[in-house]
């Protein structure tokens, strides 16, 4: 059996909304395959069914689209402002659900007696848009005069109306052959006729007839409440003001039923806090700051300068305490908490007074950034303890199961074969307790993460695992952004790159070996890598034990007399002993460093050896010397 002849086919057909002539298709391939009959029964049964669902599909899309009509009209009869626009796009909408070629409306005048042209929609012939017909005369006449829907296949052929030479004449201008027509009506009343008409001969359907006079309905409410407009609008003048305040009170509750289902919608779509801000100024506008328990800004919408500490801490406090948002002269606070847990604030600036509803809304935004901090807290401290758990696995000794470290890294995004740089973070960045060292040790998952890298805290540091092969520039832009979120100092070492898990370990030791001795140089608060150190970096870290003040006393002693002269003289002996030693001892080539006279170089160094004593440039001496230039070049930047 061939693909062509199975019944799948059809469901495919039907998928791809094929027409109904395609569903031949797979019978013909049958017989052309010479299939038993058994099996072309089979398939001419398959081939009903599916024709069946196809046409059920069909009326449902179509009813579907014509309750969606009805229920546009009802909107525009909700906020009718305009009587005409309202009876032309129920007219539109009955042309285009009746597929028909025109569509039109007449209305009874009882002055005269008679019914005339309101509306039409297709039409082309300036005579028909004039027409009017006498009671009983035409389709529409005999429709107007009976409140009973008629219709004719072919109008100019059909007897069962009265023609008149103005009607006919229009219609035949306008081309018109198959006419529906149904009655507009107010109770028992008719007051005009909906009509729906093709150029070509066609019968009608009775649910094309049901839906013609659904709208027709819609239209007849349309215009009744017109002419109760006209005759309330003196009353409404008198009420006002309480229109005005049941209007606002509509609209506020629209906004708030708007605002719950976008919130409502963030939430199980994984929004943020900055997506919920926006839904609350987009419905109530103004300006809206979403800050943590800190103080510190969460999302910001519009122009809003931040409140002074101690006025969000008394607002929120209030807010707490009543358990709804508070107002503190133009701004709006409600707390944002869970439970007992103080988690932040939302502070709105309204672009006018709020209501009721309003400050609901902006209540309920509090709670589902309650939610969302939650979620967010409780993933990034899951994800934090998986990725710290490896990055303390790798660099600890001895590594166990590396293809298992590999696959575990894999699954977190993280290649460790592709170069990496270790940045360690001095103690004193985590040395507080509770909340602040919990917030770095999260800032630091954060910031590895959104790069591809892991964090984690080990022996007093906090270790970041950074892909990229600048190790100096991570490690500063670690020790500047972490600096700010700790709003104190930090100190950064780093080492690399790497490739490898096994390097791992022994580049960490090299980042805190980095740390010990930018720390030793007197550059707490800076970043640097081992590289950038050299041999200086190298010594200091192995031998960090003396600190600071060892580095000093070294200072001092060796060239402290003549980094003493330059502070006091303004003179550059350093600069002059670090280009006399950097190439190799040559008073030419310093000069022409320096852009000085040699015989300037000359008396320099002769002042460097009054300072210094006469060995200075003996081997040993010298040494020291140049050590020392090092550190101090290290230490001043």
Request: charged share 25%; proline share 3%.
């Amino acid at each position: 059996m061939s693909v062509m002849s199975s019944p799948l086919e059809f469901l495919e057909l039907l998928a791809r909304e094929a027409a109904p002539v395609e569903f031949e298709g797979p019978l013909v391939a049958a017989r052309s395959a010479g299939l038993p009959a058994d099996r072309i029964a089979e398939l001419e049964q398959a081939k009903t069914v599916a024709l069946r669902v196809r046409a059920l599909l069909e009326r449902r899309r179509r009813r579907e689209s014509e309750l969606l009509s009805l229920y546009d009209t009802v909107s525009d009869l909700a906020g009718l402002r305009d009587l005409d626009e309202v009876l032309r796009a129920i007219v539109h909408r009955a042309r285009h659900l009746l597929g028909a070629d025109v569509a039109y409306m007449t209305l009874n005048d009882a002055e005269r007696g008679d019914t005339y042209m309101r509306v039409t929609d297709g039409s082309v012939s300036a005579r028909f848009q004039r027409l009017r017909l006498p009671m009983g005369a035409g389709l529409g006449g005999l429709v107007a005069q009976s409140g009973a829907p008629y219709v004719t296949a072919n109008y100019p052929q059909d007897e069962r109306f009265h023609h008149t030479r103005e009607i006919d004449a229009g219609v035949g201008e306008e081309g018109l052959v198959a006419i529906l027509g149904v009655p507009l009506r107010l109770g028992s009343t008719s007051i005009g006729v909906l009509y729906a008409a093709n150029r070509s001969a066609r019968p009608f359907a009775r649910e094309e007839v049901a839906l013609l006079l659904s709208l027709a309905a819609h239209a007849a409410v349309a215009i009744d409440t017109a002419r109760l407009l006209a005759e309330t609008r003196a009353a409404l003048a008198e009420l006002s003001s309480a229109n005005t305040t049941i209007r606002a009170h509509s609209a506020s509750v629209e906004r708030a039923a708007a605002a719950h289902d976008r919130m409502t919608a963030l939430v199980l779509r994984g929004g943020g806090v900055e997506d919920v801000t926006a839904a609350v100024t987009e419905v109530l506008g103004g300006a809206l700051l979403a800050l943590d328990t800190e103080g510190r800004l969460l999302a910001r919408v519009g122009e809003l300068d931040e409140p002074d500490r101690a006025d969000i801490v008394e607002a929120v406090a209030a807010s707490r305490t009543e358990g709804r948002s508070v107002r503190r002269g133009q701004l709006w606070y409600a707390a944002v908490v869970a439970g007992a847990e103080n988690l932040g604030a939302l502070v709105l600036h309204p672009e006018g007074e709020l209501a009721d509803a309003d400050q609901r809304i902006l209540e309920r935004a509090a709670l589902v950034t309650a939610l969302l901090l939650l979620f967010r807290r409780t993933v990034a401290e899951a994800e934090g303890r998986v990725r710290g758990e490896l990055l303390d696995d790798l660099i600890a000794r001895p590594l166990r199961d590396i293809e298992a470290l590999r696959g575990r890294a894999r699954r977190l995004g993280v290649d460790l074969d592709a170069p990496h740089v270790l940045v360690a973070v001095d103690d004193d960045a985590i040395a507080a307790t509770g909340s602040a060292r919990q917030r770095v040790l999260s800032w630091a998952t954060t910031y590895a993460s959104t790069r591809g890298g892991l964090a984690a805290a080990r022996d007093g540091r906090v270790v970041l695992m950074l892909p990229g092969q600048d190790a100096g520039g991570s490690a500063r832009a670690v020790s500047r952004d972490l600096s700010r979120v700790t709003a104190r100092p930090v100190t950064a070492g780093a080492s690399g790159p790497v490739t490898g898990p096994t390097s791992l370990a022994t580049a960490f030791q090299e980042a805190d070996r980095c740390l010990a001795a930018l720390g030793a140089l007197g550059r707490a608060g800076q970043g640097a890598s081992t590289a950038e150190l050299g041999f200086v970096g190298l010594l200091l870290g192995t031998a960090s034990g003396g600190g600071d003040a060892e580095v000093s006393r070294f200072l001092a002693s060796t060239i402290g007399p003549v980094v003493d002269y330059d502070a006091r003289r303004g003179t550059a002996l350093v600069r002059t002993l670090e280009s006399y030693f950097g190439v190799g001892g040559s008073l030419a080539r310093a000069a022409e460093m320096l852009h000085v006279h040699v015989n300037t170089v000359t008396q320099r160094l002769e002042r460097v050896g009054q300072l210094l004593g006469a060995d200075w440039q003996k081997p040993e001496r010298a040494l020291e010397v140049q050590l020392a230039l090092r550190l101090h070049r290290l230490r001043t930047g």
